[in-house]
């Protein structure tokens, strides 16, 4: 099997991308109060703060902030992903490995982490959250996008509302 090398930073600010299994269009966006109920839950035994957010149809971005001393964001990932999957319809097709494991076959089996390591670093991802659904084409600025933590922002000045209609973003997202 092969080997992850994750870097674990206690009480770490860190980027995610995590992606459905074969990037079903529609399914986290169609089924986002079972994700939600998936993340309060998880939330409420294993806590973080959640920086930033964007749900997309297939994937989502976050940037969390684990407790002080804690680096166990996998933990709660996987917390995430198997309430999610036992919340909705089993109707996915499975690989033989998959069904071997028990595996319900929603998510990819990895996910994209990224430790944020400065100011600059965290603006840069914070702002990709945001700008995510207008890049993938689903709207044409940020605040149209129902299922984002722009609009707290916006709400708190850190973004103008109209926000996030044009803009490049140089990195490595996990997309």
């Not at 920086?51 to 804690?70: C, E, R, S, Y």
């Not at 680096?71 to 709660?76: E, I, N, P, S």
């Not at 089996?109 to 990224?114: G, N, Q």
Request: hydrophobic residues 35%; charged residues 25%.
């Amino acid at each position: 099997m092969t080997q992850y090398r994750r870097n674990w930073s206690a009480g770490g600010t860190y980027f995610f991308t995590v992606v459905t299994a074969i990037r079903r269009a529609g399914l986290l966006v169609e089924h986002i109060d079972d994700l939600r109920d998936a993340f309060r839950i998880s939330r409420a035994e294993y806590p973080f703060e959640i920086d930033a957010i964007v749900i997309l149809p297939d994937h989502l971005h976050a940037i969390w902030t684990l407790p002080p001393g804690d680096v166990d964001y996998a933990l709660r990932w996987k917390k995430i992903k198997a309430r999610f999957s036992r919340q909705i319809p089993k109707n996915e097709s499975r690989s033989a490995s998959r069904t071997t494991k028990g595996e319900r076959g929603v998510w990819q089996r990895r996910y994209w982490e990224h430790t944020i390591r400065d100011d600059k670093d965290f603006q840069t991802h914070f702002d990709y959250i945001h700008f995510n659904p207008v890049k993938h084409g689903y709207v044409t600025t940020a605040r149209e996008w129902p299922h984002s933590s722009f609009k707290q922002y916006a709400a708190k000045n850190i973004y103008p509302l109209n926000w996030g209609g044009a803009c490049d973003f140089d990195g490595e997202f996990g997309e």
